[in-house]
């Protein structure tokens, strides 16, 4: 189907999805092939009516919420529509108090520039309430273009290198390649997921749904 | 009476400061310092670094992690599982049809670009400057330690800040940022769970990328459940996990100004690069308005690319993973309220760039592999190998960072194995600086007491070989019955309790193979006829016997010659042969070391011979690798020892790359002596780069079966004159070895060096296990004899003198 080419190699991009997913799945990642920005509505309310842990439960009486980072938001109104559509409430982002989500959210959403085959990590560039919503909520969901996805570290390096080189307030200040739910192995060196940011990543991959 | 009993709250920096003091009001702080610090650093010398929160005494530290038995089971399950993961890392990576490079092509490649940037450290720097002030970065350059905590605390008070947080940072430890900012009453918290506990046990990071790996569960949990009023369970690790990050996250709430590190600086987009796995320094460098990072020029890296070859190859050699989890990139202030701050600091940079034998050593991306493959740290840790920075990188750039006397006694604990050399991912000769460390600290405080007199001896072939004569005539009455090792002697525990002595014998190789010449270049008596086809038939070849072959073994020196002659070459032996020297060069005495070399490079020159071939592997590596270095400053002799260099080779390596030795050419039927496997002498496999040699000698040429050895390159902790200089150190290490041949169910272990057989053929003794242990040109000879029994069938001709 997807016959587009990524990279100077022109690997074809199904076969990145390929190995992009072989190597996410080694680390505990969930990779989603989507069509539509609907289907990932969807993975968000299975993930929200599974609740999170304790630790961040909601007041009595409130359900669990999901929230999406501002720059998604902005970028792809449609999503929150289709979230609401499917029912799943939605925590919002204030300026004043962007850390203020964490409570009885279960699920972030934002959105990556990339993604990179090689390592299965995803390239994000966006602003510090859109990694917070990054950090702060126990699961994530990544949205990557199929399109966008890079063979190797060796393009990544490339665009990182035009990303930084765009001038100021350019999204470019600040990149992060993200591979795999933050983790830990500081006590007797047992992996233990969910140190500081999500314990369960998903990806899901735009324009790479089967058939 | 409790500090006296737990050596702890003595004060010891006041008591050496003011040691110090007095001393210079007396006859110069030099002189001081030189008779208030012994070799291993007991007396902890108050130098300008670290605003005063420093490491206890290197006695204090050493004795400590000797005792703690919990601490080495987890390091050694620590080291073993790195060591698969980083090795199906790397293999993954050079496998994958994506992939292809291999370690030793990404490393060069590294060290390449490091090494542009330590040669023009200005210019690299000028254009990251310029490139961090276009993106709105503030660029200071310290110049001290004390000067970078000071431009922090200024900071900090100008902006009213009480709270900062930080991701980990080695540069800060080594500057003592956290003790200078807590007592101008600045909270600063932790991020990193490791960094963290042991912030709360009030230690230093005991490994490079794994802070607390020094404690297991139970400690951790002690002191999360203190830190967060939770009762935790030790078991329970992933709930001490989120307790920890529930706790933390108030504090990244709280800071107004994030500290981190840098893995690296990239010049041509003035950007800061982060390694994490837990995500930390993502909030530590997003949420405070306030980004400071404290960095070392050595960061340096030119282009965006190089830091794509860097990330490759670090967390692979970290933590086997491809990448790490957070990679993150700060190019200046992302929002218009945010500050970012570059502190430098120099703090010995500059001087390490200035010395050619020190330079490479700035290329380290601390990854902590150097401590992941070595033995000694598996046994005592980080906070004794090492001072603020552990493992053999801490040996070297201690005596930098903070002065000699503080990497005086770490230094002390290398067994000069070998093994971070070959997995450091920016290619530095970590053995060989630390050597060099070693030789400054006998230059500055002199050799221990005893063995000044010990190789005094040792370095005069007359008097030595006067006293290995004495020593094999009084030494038999003491002998055990069987008359292999020593009885235990008295007041000698420590020495002997793990591992027996060998009995020296009645006479050494040389009297029986100089044939009674007291000197030239004799023949070999006539050991064995030619027998095989090789390819050194008639070529003149110089015996070197080694010492301990010479004195305890003789047999392994009659099965070499024996060897040697049946391969058809001419056996000759210099008669003026002493010891290379290597025992004063791994004891730091360059003085007696290039003595003793000048003395063996005379008389194996005067062999004249093709090769100069020895069956004691460390003194080829000797030989062969230290020699070059250790006439470093001087020309003709350095010309010389090259010279000897290229003639010099260990048995193994003459027998198949020089003779080469057919497939079957020594098979004989097998006979049933049990499992045989092979333990790699550490310096054959990591500087000879003996790996299939061996066994294309004992599988193809002997045709014999091999079980496999468990950590097989493993060091057996013999390590020259350690195990003398630090037996409880040795004992461990030769105990995870002795477990590993167990392990393998093999009840003859074969290897190629004399000292180490000596170390294992004791430890076996001593631990009642029945494993026999040879040289493997014994082996060798056993096979020989057995495919010719003919050949040898004449009486009178075979028999060995030491029998
Ligand atoms: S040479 Fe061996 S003992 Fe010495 S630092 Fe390196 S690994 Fe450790
Ligand atoms: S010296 Fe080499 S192996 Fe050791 S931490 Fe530095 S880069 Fe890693």
Redo the contacts between chains.
Sequence with gaps: MATAVSGERGVALDLLVDRLAERTGKLGVQIHRVATLDEVAVLAAELVEDGGPAAFAPPAGAGWRAIIAPTLDAASPALRQHLTTRGVALAEVTPDRPTGASVGVAVGISAAAHGVAETGTMIVADGLADRLVRMLAPKHILVVQMADILPSLDEAGERLRALTAAGPDTPGRYVSFITGPSRTADIEMSLTVGAHGPAELHIAILGAAQG | MAEQETGRGIGWGRLAALAVAVGAAVGGARAARRALTPPDGRTRVAKEDAGGHLPQPFAERYQRALNDDRMRA?LL??QR?WRVGRDTAFAQYRE?E??GKTFEAMRDELAATKDRVIAAPDRYFAQFKAAAER??AIVYESHSAEDANRYIADLCDRKGIRVIDKSKSMATEEIGLNHYLEARGIHVAE????EW?VQLSDERPSHLI????H???FI?AGLLSKATGQQLEPDD??G???AA??K??DDF?RARLGISGANAIIC????TMIVT????A??V???PDIHVVLVGREKLLP???D??TQ??LLARSA?G???????????????PEKEVHYVFVDNGRSAMAADPAFRDALRCIRCGACADVCPPYQVVGGHAFGYIYAGAIGLVNTPFHHGLAAGAGPQSLCVSCNACATVCPVAIDLPRQILDVRRKVVEEYGLPWYKRPALELWSNATLFDHAARAAAKFSRPLAEPGGAFMRKLPGAGNYQRWRSLPVPAKEPARDRLFGGEVHGTPRAPRLSPPLLQTRVTGTRVAYFIQCLTDRLYPQMAEATVRILQACGAEVVVPVSQHCCGLPAFDSGDWERAKRMARATIESLEAADAKWIVTAGASCAVAIAHEYPHLFGDEPAWRARAEALAAKMLDLTSFLVRVAKLEDGALAAPERNVGPVTYHNFCQSYNVLKLHAEPLALIRGVLGRDLVDLPEANVCCGFGGSTSFDKPELSEHILARKLENVDQSGATTLITDNPGCIMHLRGGMDASGREVRVMHLVELLDEGLRAKFPEAFAAPGRLEDAAD
Excluded: C, K
């Design positions: 987890g399950r620590f599982n994958a994506d992939g993106n709105g991020t990193d769970l490791g506990l794994a802070p607390a790996v404690m297991d569960r951790t690790i992933g001490q996990v989120r990050r529930h933390l996250r709430l041509e987009t003035g950007t796995n837990e995500g930390n993502e909030l460098t997003s949420l282009t965006m690319a830091a794509m990330v490759r933590t993973q491809a990448i790490s989890v957070y990679t993150t990139f700060i190019s200046g202030p992302d929002r």
